[in-house]
């Protein structure tokens, strides 16, 4: 097997796994709006409030405690 074959095989193998990766995404993302983990639409307004003064679109949660 010479290494253009072997290239030839890689990209497809490749474009088939990254596609793959991405079919899973989307779904992952349909089934997370649909049970009402989290709701995309919110994050469509980040296109229209961006200034400083703008209300967050979700509250932040600290993990750690200052101090």
């Known amino acids: 097997m010479d290494i253009d074959t072997l290239r030839g ?10 596609t793959l990766f991405l079919y899973f995404y989307i779904i992952s993302m349909y089934v997370k709006d649909k049970k ?4 995309y ?11 400083l003064n703008d209300a967050p679109i979700e509250p932040r949660h ?6």
Request: hydrophobic share 40%; charged share 25%.
């Open 36 to 39: 009402g983990i989290t709701d």
């Open 41 to 51: 639409e919110r994050y469509s307004q980040l296109a229209l409030q961006d200034e």
């Open 9 to 18: 095989f890689a990209y497809a193998f490749f474009t088939v796994l990254f």
């Open 62 to 67: 600290l993990s750690h405690k200052k101090g």
